[in-house]
C-alpha cells in the first residue's frame, strides 16, 4: 500500500481512482498532561507530551486510512492531508481531533 501526500505518483500508471477515504482519531485531554503543559505555558518550551500525542494520533490515522481503502481493494492513498482540532467539551476538558483523507486508487 502507497501513502502519497502527492496527487501523482511517479513511475505508477494509476487505473482508476475509488473515491475519498477518510480516518479520524480522536484522544481525550489528560489532567497531568494538561498541567505540565500549562507550566510550560509560563517557562516557555515545548510540550513533548502534547507532541507525542499528535505524533502518535497522526500514525494512528493513517494506519485507519490505509485499512479503510484496502477495504475497498486499493493500492494506494494520494493526496494525503492530515489535519488537527480540537473539540471543546466544556470545562472538564478538551478532545484532540486528528483527520486524515486521501483518494484511494488502483495501480
Known amino acids: 500500500m502507497i501513502l502519497a501526500t502527492t496527487d501523482t505518483l511517479q513511475g505508477q500508471n494509476i487505473k482508476q481512482y475509488m473515491g475519498i477515504v477518510t480516518a479520524e482519531v480522536v484522544y481525550g485531554s489528560n489532567m497531568l498532561r494538561d498541567f505540565f503543559a500549562g507550566i510550560r505555558d509560563v517557562l516557555g518550551g515545548r510540550t513533548g507530551a502534547y507532541e507525542r500525542v499528535f505524533e502518535k494520533g497522526q500514525q494512528d490515522a493513517l494506519k485507519e486510512l ?20 480540537t473539540i471543546n467539551l466544556d470545562e472538564t476538558g478538551v478532545l484532540m481531533l486528528i483527520t486524515a483523507c486521501g483518494t484511494a486508487i488502483k495501480l
Open 66 to 85: 490505509q485499512a479503510r481503502a484496502q477495504r475497498l481493494g486499493a493500492d494506494g492513498v494520494i493526496g494525503i492531508q492530515i489535519k488537527t482540532d
